[in-house]
Nanobody, 118 residues
Framework: QGRLMESGGGQVQAGGSLRLSCAAAPNIFSINVMAWYRQPQGREREWVASISTTDNRPKHADSIKGRFTISKDNYRNTIYLQMNTLKPEDTGDYYC???????????WGQGTRVTVSS
């Protein structure tokens, strides 16, 4: 079983909302930051948002700022990505990552697909 398990992907019409979840296994250690990335079909993976596990400070990419929000439930060791006002260009596979820093990810989830239809 993977160390990071994403869920919540699906198909939605433009303007709709989805919430992605990423649960970290209890045996993950030395994690200071967790993040969401996405990869549209045929394109490179891109960073979406990240959050510190120590002070829950979030950061968001400009392309999704104001529409997506990353958050963390410390008790459940889970991060979320609330995605509102979805656009067709948000379509892609969304991946969760965790690591000591944003420059070196130690764990990746298997991905969850988001499809936004116009």
């Amino acid at each position: 079983q993977g160390r990071l398990m994403e869920s919540g992907g699906g198909q939605v019409q433009a303007g709709g909302s989805l919430r992605l979840s990423c649960a970290a296994a209890p045996n993950i250690f030395s994690i200071n930051v967790m993040a969401w990335y996405r990869q549209p079909q045929g394109r490179e993976r891109e960073w979406v948002a990240s959050i510190s596990t120590t002070d829950n400070r979030p950061k968001h990419a400009d392309s999704i700022k104001g529409r997506f929000t990353i958050s963390k439930d410390n008790y459940r060791n889970t991060i979320y990505l609330q995605m509102n006002t979805l656009k067709p260009e948000d379509t892609g596979d969304y991946y969760c990552a965790a690591g000591c820093s944003e420059f070196s990810w130690d764990y990746w989830g298997q991905g969850t697909r988001v499809t936004v239809s116009s």
